[in-house]
């Protein structure tokens, strides 16, 4: 009997180690509770109104609320002191000057943001949510220290859908996806991109991937401190999800746009290669 209980402890210790383990390794499930707080603007709204300030900051001095969903954490290292919300109108980049923002806001939550006496700025391209300009035009996020006062969390697990767009279609007219989840279906990486590391260094790990037609071009960036760098990118055709953004070279000023990859899962990319 002694033998049946030690036993019979032992897999329900197995049980719950394995248990945990997943809970860690898989997106947590739907749950959670939203604040009682009023949603009184949109996402777009508040891009449109940033740029019609003529580019200058835009200090938010009334009481405007807005709400969204995570698509961009700090997880694996893509997203730097900031995550990346989108509601039903559209994306925006809130800066929080904080590490492990992923704790408190992984993908998949929706956080509430009371925005009165915040920036909305336009940072060459994406249109970010921030709480101080520097001398010299910078901007820093909202201190990790009061972040709280401005930020709330409520549920989490929510699905967010990624908007299918062609790569044609990005080339074209790449701002109303700026900060938004996308698919791009029937793509592959470029001849001399595939099975290669995500991050290629000397060129700011920028990688690049084709359509089918194999005239439209797209950049694809892989930050140096993304735990999956190293990692070989697929060398099949098929589908890649990413965050739509912008990069602007502080030497020559010319805007590329491009496409910033969440995790290595979010690429299926196993079919045969179009010619």
Same mark, same amino acid.
């Given at each position: 009997?002694?033998?049946?209980?030690?036993?019979?402890?032992?897999?329900?210790?197995?049980?719950?180690?394995?248990?945990?383990?997943?809970?860690?390794?898989?997106?947590?499930?739907?749950?959670?509770?939203?604040?009682?707080?009023?949603?009184?603007?949109?996402?777009?709204?508040?891009?449109?109104?940033?740029?019609?300030?003529?580019?200058?900051?835009? /200090?938010?001095?009334? &009481?405007?609320?807005?709400?969204?969903?995570? %698509?961009?954490?700090?997880?694996? $290292?893509?997203? !730097?002191? +900031?995550?990346?919300?989108?509601?039903?109108?559209?994306?925006?980049?809130?800066?929080?000057?904080?590490?492990?923002?992923?704790?408190?806001?992984?993908?998949?939550?929706?956080?509430?943001?009371?925005?009165?006496? /915040?920036?909305?700025? &336009?940072?060459?391209?994406?249109?970010?949510? %921030?709480?101080?300009?520097?001398? $010299?035009?910078? !901007?820093? +996020?909202?201190?990790?220290?009061?972040?709280?006062?401005?930020?709330?969390?409520?549920?989490?697990?929510?699905?967010?859908?990624?908007?299918?767009?062609?790569?044609?279609?990005?080339?074209?007219?790449?701002?109303?996806?700026?900060?938004?989840?996308?698919?791009?279906?029937?793509?592959?990486?470029?001849?001399?991109?595939?099975?290669?590391? !995500?991050?290629?260094?000397?060129?700011?790990?920028?990688?690049?991937?084709?359509?089918?037609?194999?005239?439209d071009l797209y950049d694809v960036y892989t930050s140096g401190y993304t735990n999956f760098g190293n990692l070989l990118t697929p060398s099949g055709n098929g589908t890649l999800i990413g965050v739509?953004?912008?990069?602007?070279?502080?030497?020559?000023?010319?805007?590329? !746009?491009?496409?910033?990859?969440?995790?290595?899962?979010?690429?299926?990319?196993?079919?045969?290669?179009?010619?």
């Amino acid at each position: 009997m002694k033998n049946l209980t030690i036993a019979l402890l032992t897999l329900i210790l197995l049980g719950g180690i394995s248990s945990c383990s997943k809970q860690t390794l898989d997106a947590p499930p739907a749950g959670g509770v939203d604040p009682n707080i009023k949603v009184n603007f949109s996402l777009d709204s508040l891009v449109a109104r940033c740029n019609a300030n003529n580019g200058n900051p835009l /200090l938010i001095t009334q &009481n405007l609320i807005i709400s969204g969903v995570v %698509v961009g954490d700090d997880s694996s $290292g893509t997203f !730097y002191h +900031g995550i990346d919300i989108e509601d039903s109108t559209g994306g925006i980049m809130l800066m929080i000057d904080a590490s492990y923002l992923y704790n408190l806001y992984p993908v998949g939550t929706r956080v509430f943001v009371q925005l009165k006496g /915040l920036y909305v700025v &336009n940072d060459k391209g994406v249109v970010e949510i %921030v709480a101080i300009i520097n001398a $010299g035009g910078t !901007y820093t +996020g909202i201190p990790g220290s009061v972040q709280s006062q401005y930020v709330t969390p409520g549920k989490w697990g929510i699905y967010v859908a990624p908007k299918k767009v062609t790569v044609s279609q990005l080339i074209a007219n790449p701002n109303p996806y700026m900060s938004e989840l996308v698919e791009l279906d029937n793509v592959q990486f470029t001849t001399t991109y595939i099975n290669t590391p !995500y991050y290629v260094g000397a060129n700011y790990g920028n990688t690049m991937i084709r359509d089918c037609g194999g005239e439209d071009l797209y950049d694809v960036y892989t930050s140096g401190y993304t735990n999956f760098g190293n990692l070989l990118t697929p060398s099949g055709n098929g589908t890649l999800i990413g965050v739509a953004s912008v990069y602007v070279s502080a030497s020559s000023g010319r805007a590329t !746009y491009e496409l910033l990859i969440r995790d290595p899962s979010d690429l299926n990319m196993t079919g045969q290669l179009c010619p």
